[in-house]
């Protein structure tokens, strides 16, 4: 288990944790954020309108937000991508991927896995690679997620 105690030496040693805050990813004149809140679940401290203070208007805002749980807010502050785990899918599925467990009762179950949309923003929930409670999955395969962004169009 990763420990909120491994935060310093890691952030000493140059590795950015993005606790209620944002930082800007310049590539050719061109500029998005990346903003990240803290874990609803454990410290319930996230605050979405911190980290996307101070971005421009009109340009790109992605959250990465350790539970898909606070899409609806995401989506009224004006994020465009929402990147989440926490779910696991559901690990415990009925055939067809259908999760029989949610741990996320604040989401509907397109939520829990995979990508979905709620208004103008898009989310993407990973299954990710591990397990929580039983270390078991059932038609819920594990996985990694790489995700490619392209310049388009948002409005």
């Not at 911190?50 to 992605?62: D, N, V, Y």
């Not at 696991?88 to 259908?98: D, E, N, S, T, Y």
């Not at 896995?113 to 208004?119: H, I, L, N, Q, T």
């Not at 078991?136 to 169009?153: D, G, K, M």
Request: aromatic share 8%.
């Amino acid at each position: 288990m990763i420990s909120w105690k491994w935060l310093p030496p890691l952030e000493d040693a140059g590795l950015p944790f993005l606790l209620n805050e944002a930082l800007p990813i310049e590539r050719d004149g061109t500029r998005i954020w990346i903003c990240g809140v803290d874990d609803p679940h454990f410290f319930l401290t996230h605050d979405l309108a911190k980290a996307r203070q101070g971005i421009p208007a009109g340009e790109i805002a992605i959250l990465l937000s350790h539970s898909p749980e606070t899409y609806r807010e995401a989506a009224i502050h004006g994020y465009h991508l929402h990147l989440s785990g926490h779910t696991h899918g559901g690990q415990i599925c009925a055939p067809g991927g259908i999760p029989l467990y949610r741990n996320a009762p604040g989401c509907r179950r397109e939520h829990l896995a995979g990508s979905w949309r709620e208004g103008k923003m898009i989310g993407y929930t990973s299954r990710g690679t591990g397990s929580a409670g039983v270390a078991a999955r059932f038609h819920c395969p594990p996985e990694i997620t790489v995700h490619i962004l392209r310049s388009s169009n948002i409005d």
